[in-house]
């Protein structure tokens, strides 16, 4: 980047409640260092007003209110120590499950720092292993079974099975296990004594 020039961008930020910053309904906000795309996004969430009763485009009704935005305010404060709480439970799950066959835990480059709003292990045997987990009152998540060229709602792109092979293996394989600042590690241990179960007594089985 040449120097003092600022990189036009924005990050679009979604608070529902399960995020790791959530309020207690919907929320969501949009940062940018553009002018123009600020005035914009202000419009849009406004009905399209640029002023009142003056509408340049068509809009949503896209304002939080001022409930959502004071808890918002005091939850951003505690939000850097539930991240690194969050990283910590991963780090925990990567050694626990570090010799167990079957399953691929997520990667994170050395270049970066996950928040683990999830996460999601990979294994062929997913919905086995999730059913599994289930009859032992363990919860876990689906992030997500279908992947997008698979959906009705873009079908008339003319996508099929087979054209994008890799995203539609991962969607069969990926499971989200219990993920949250307040998860101990006596109940990751547990998780993770299920998931080993499970295919330890697929290998006897399989003997």
Same mark, same amino acid.
């Given at each position: 980047?040449?120097? %003092? #020039? @600022?990189?036009?961008?924005?990050?679009?930020?979604?608070?529902?409640?399960?995020?790791?910053?959530?309020?207690? %309904?919907?929320?969501?906000?949009?940062?940018?260092?553009?002018? =123009?795309?600020?005035?914009?996004?202000?419009?849009?969430?406004?009905?399209?007003?640029?002023?009142?009763?003056?509408?340049?485009?068509?809009?949503?009704?896209? #304002?939080?209110?001022?409930?959502?935005?004071?808890?918002?305010?005091? +939850? @951003?404060?505690? @939000?850097?120590?539930?991240?690194?709480?969050?990283?910590?439970?991963?780090?925990? !799950?990567?050694?626990?499950?570090?010799?167990?066959?079957?399953?691929?835990?997520?990667?994170?480059?050395?270049?970066?720092?996950?928040?683990?709003?999830? !996460?999601?292990? #990979?294994?062929?045997? #997913?919905?086995?292993?999730?059913?599994?987990?289930?009859?032992?009152?363990?919860?876990?998540?689906?992030?997500?079974?279908?992947? @997008?060229?698979?959906?009705?709602? !873009?079908?008339?792109? %003319?996508?099929?099975?087979?054209?994008?092979?890799?995203?539609?293996?991962?969607?069969?394989?990926?499971?989200?296990?219990?993920?949250?600042?307040?998860?101990?590690?006596?109940?990751?241990?547990?998780?993770?004594?299920?998931?080993?179960?499970?295919?330890?007594?697929? =290998?006897?089985?399989? +003997?």
């Amino acid at each position: 980047m040449e120097k %003092g #020039r @600022l990189c036009r961008n924005f990050i679009g930020l979604q608070f529902l409640s399960g995020k790791n910053l959530g309020a207690c %309904g919907e929320g969501g906000a949009v940062t940018t260092n553009d002018g =123009e795309i600020a005035r914009k996004v202000r419009m849009l969430r406004d009905h399209g007003q640029i002023k009142k009763y003056h509408h340049e485009v068509e809009g949503y009704n896209g #304002r939080l209110d001022a409930i959502q935005a004071g808890i918002l305010n005091i +939850k @951003l404060k505690h @939000l850097p120590g539930w991240t690194e709480k969050r990283r910590e439970h991963a780090h925990l !799950y990567n050694e626990l499950l570090s010799d167990t066959d079957g399953i691929t835990v997520p990667y994170e480059p050395a270049w970066s720092k996950a928040v683990y709003h999830l !996460y999601i292990i #990979r294994t062929p045997r #997913r919905d086995e292993l999730q059913k599994y987990l289930s009859e032992h009152n363990i919860e876990t998540g689906l992030h997500y079974p279908v992947p @997008l060229h698979l959906q009705n709602a !873009y079908a008339d792109m %003319g996508y099929k099975a087979g054209d994008f092979p890799i995203a539609e293996k991962v969607s069969n394989e990926v499971l989200s296990l219990p993920m949250y600042p307040g998860l101990g590690a006596e109940q990751q241990n547990r998780v993770v004594e299920k998931i080993r179960e499970f295919f330890q007594g697929a =290998e006897v089985a399989n +003997k």
